[in-house]
């Protein structure tokens, strides 16, 4: 085990080993990762950097200490409305990110039904097959029962089958715009549509496409309705970390009312410290993020990211292209953004990555179904031809070597497929994840 050294590292010591470190870490800048990263270029990576640095010891757990990062957060809030037609009621806060804007959601829903509809003792949320896991960690958390409705053969969750899951226990429905899985936007209007007929609250989760969705509709694409404009949304998560480009921590939840966001809150009065308000799930919130958010938002503008989400769509469109001189590769449902996924009835799709990733792209695998999924930003577009030619080889070399399914990663999601008891996946994801963690 590590103990801490006795004298500190020199400087160039220290950041020798750090650069050792990372060499072996996903090639993001170079558009050979197709997840986790978001990256527009050095240009809006230095403001964003910049201006985290500027505020890097403020803490946004005392806005009062901080007037600066009251502004950001409010203006960042009240620009992120804007984009999803929020009027002047609408109200919200800013969190570390995507999992605690849900679970935040959630949590307020909970509180409410508690306030509004007492006789609930058992609250239940009616969430889509493809939403995405952190709603799994909220129901877990808060005690909240997940009901899931299927999707249909276009992976949108089926209207019908959300009707009839409604019943007394319900506090919650809820739509992704567009779905992590394969990049499927849900349709929100209809969603809508039963949400005010029950009277029960609708969360949209934006967060992955809340920043490029609008941005692709201002160029022409055809993107139904998912924000404020629908009248029985009642709240939205939008990662500005993500295609907002800040730096990393950053997500928005909004409510059309504050009565939402009041439950969302924790108060204490009884404690000898002071007296103790917390607008999120975290105590301390760094302030650098906060002051990235604003400053990256504030320096791209409309034009700034509707050129960006021009940039990414001409690059999904020459990997679209590109898939379809595939025969043996298929994308999955009909996606609007820049997010997809590819599965295959002629190659073992896990076989597919493991080969990519010995040619240095960093690929994601998915199950329920089988499939590959890809994550589109700027950094790809250049790449675009690079990375049809090796997956064309790719897919030849997978084909003429059968025997790869039973190596690499491949055996590994092959087996677990396999568990007739799939409570074992659960036991073996938290072996795996100790494992990883492992002091060293």
């Known amino acids: 085990m590590k103990r801490l050294p006795s004298k500190g590292l020199p ?22 990762t197709f997840s986790l990263v978001y990256y527009a270029g050095e240009e809006l990576s230095n403001v964003a950097k910049e201006a985290y640095n500027l505020f890097f010891h403020e803490n946004g757990l005392n806005p009062m200490a901080f007037k600066s990062l009251q502004k950001f957060e409010t203006e960042v809030l009240s620009m992120a409305s804007s984009l999803f037609y929020g009027d002047e009621k609408v109200v919200g806060s800013l969190t570390s990110g995507g999992s605690e804007s849900i679970l ?56 019908e089958e959300v ?10 429905l809820v739509g992704s715009a567009p779905n992590y899985p394969q990049g499927i936007v849900d349709p929100i209007e209809q969603l809508g549509e039963i949400a005010e007929a029950h009277r029960i609250p609708l969360h949209v ?14 160029l022409g694409g055809h993107i139904a309705p998912f924000d404020f404009r629908v009248p029985g949304v009642t709240s939205i998560s939008a990662d500005v970390h993500k295609y907002g480009y800040a730096a990393k921590g950053v997500s928005a939840i909004l409510y059309r009312d504050e009565e939402y966001r009041r439950c969302q809150y924790f108060a204490y009065g009884d404690w000898p410290g002071g007296l103790f308000a917390s607008p999120t799930a975290t105590g301390t919130r760094p302030g650098g993020a906060i002051a990235s958010a604003w400053a990256v938002m504030k320096y791209l503008g409309e034009e700034g990211y509707s050129e960006l989400a021009s940039k990414t769509m001409q690059a999904t469109n020459k990997f679209l292209d590109g898939l379809a001189t595939i ?17 295959s009835n002629e190659v073992n799709i896990f076989a597919l990555a493991d080969t990519l990733e010995q040619r240095g792209w960093h690929i994601d695998r998915q199950q329920l179904p089988t499939c590959l999924h890809f994550m589109i930003t700027p950094a790809h577009l250049h790449v675009a031809d690079a990375f049809i030619l090796d997956l064309k080889e790719s897919v030849q070399f997978a084909l003429d070597n059968p025997n790869l399914a039973q190596e690499g990663t491949a055996a590994m999601y092959g087996m677990i497929g396999q568990m007739p008891d799939k409570s074992k996946i659960h036991d073996f994801i938290i072996q795996t994840l100790d494992s990883t963690m492992r002091l060293r």
């Open 327 to 343: 025969p043996e590769l298929q994308i999955l449902g009909n996606p609007r953004a820049s997010i997809f996924t590819i599965a």
């Open 163 to 172: 009707k009839a899951l409604i019943n007394d226990n319900t506090i919650l």
């Open 104 to 159: 935040m959601a959630v949590k307020a829903y909970r509180d409410w039904a508690r306030k509004h509809r007492p006789h609930i003792k058992e609250p239940e949320m009616i969430v889509p097959t493809t939403v995405h896991a952190a709603f799994e960690k909220a129901a877990h958390y808060f005690g909240v029962k997940a009901i899931h409705a299927p999707v249909d053969n276009q992976f949108q969750v089926d209207v």
């Open 205 to 218: 989760d934006a967060c992955l496409g809340g920043f490029i969705l609008p941005f692709i509709e201002r």
């Open 11 to 32: 400087k160039g010591q220290l950041f020798e080993e750090m650069q050792e470190a990372r060499a072996h870490d996903a090639n993001w800048k170079d558009g050979r």
